[in-house]
Every structure is written in C-alpha cells, then in structure tokens.
C-alpha cells in the first residue's frame, strides 16, 4: 500500500503594505489565475487528493478554496490548520504524520521557505524553492501517515505556473 502527498506553495499574493498583517495578505490576479492553472494540471492528470489541509493564512486557504472548486470538493472540507502557518518542519512533519489514514492522498497547502524544505526532507530531491503555486507530488510505500520520515519519499512530480506542463 502506499500514500501520495501532494505539496502545494500558495499562489501568487499581494505585497504586504503598511497597516496589513502578512497572515491577512490575498491573492492577486496573477495567483488565481497561477491556482486555476495548476489545480487543472493535476485534475488532468487524475492527481486529485482524498484530503485537503491548508495553512489558515488568507492566501493559502484561498488558493486551497480555487483548488477545491476545480476539483469539485467542498470548501468546508478543506482542513485548516494554524501550525502550517510559519512553521518549522518538525511542525509540518507532525502535521503529516497525523493525517487520517483513511486517506491514500493529501494535498497541504502551505507557505515558503517551509514547504519547499518539507518537500527536499522528505523526497531527498534537488527543490530548493518553489516558486508561487509550485506543486510537488510525493509518493511513499508505506501503509500509515504516521510512518512518514526523512528521505522515505519518491518524487513524482515537480510542477509550477509556466512550466511546460509534465507529460
């Protein structure tokens, strides 16, 4: 049996300005259109996830909620959780290891420079920072998220907006 994780950098954002908490930061046109055109690429490719966890931070759970959309899922099914937020990977890493093991698939949504050093932990690969809406697509050969550790992982699918898109 095995699990697949898909890690997904939030789209494109607005820049902070004076008075604007960086957690309350939206989306600008350029991320939605960044988040449409991944969550097609993977529903293209039939790699759409049992469960959605995301960061609370406006910009992640937006570009969860357009993910969600495309691949007709509801957006309160969409998990928040406050430690994908300026996380450590320990902290992420705990995040992975509890996701319920009635799903074979999850995708997290989360932020830089955190999910793009989740993303070389666990699949010991070259991605040393992905870019807005980057989407790495890892598989393990395990039976329970919990057993999810260091270099365990297989990299599937290295994907972000522009890219030509993987065959």
């Not at 469960?51 to 570009?63: E, W």
């Not at 932020?111 to 010991?124: F, R, V």
Request: aromatic residues 8%; proline residues 4%.
């Amino acid at each position: 049996m095995s699990k697949q994780l898909i890690l997904i950098r939030h789209a494109n954002a607005r820049s902070g300005t004076l008075g604007l908490m960086d957690f309350d930061r939206t989306l600008d046109s350029v991320g939605v259109n960044e988040a449409q055109e991944m969550a097609f690429r993977l529903r293209n490719r039939k790699l759409i996830p049992d469960l959605m966890v995301s960061s609370p931070a406006i910009r992640a759970i937006s570009t969860a909620k357009i993910f969600a959309g495309i691949w007709d899922k509801e957006h309160h099914s969409i998990v928040e959780k406050s430690t994908l937020y300026d996380a450590s990977i320990p902290a992420l890493l705990s995040v992975v290891n509890g996701l319920d093991n009635g799903a074979d698939s999850a995708a997290i949504f989360g932020h830089n420079p955190e999910i793009s050093a989740l993303a070389g932990y666990l699949a010991d690969e070259g991605v040393y920072t992905m870019p807005t809406c980057g989407i790495v697509v890892i598989t393990f050969e395990i039976e329970a998220w919990s057993l999810v550790s260091k270099s365990q992982g297989s990299m599937l699918l290295f994907d972000y907006p522009g890219a030509a898109p993987a065959l």
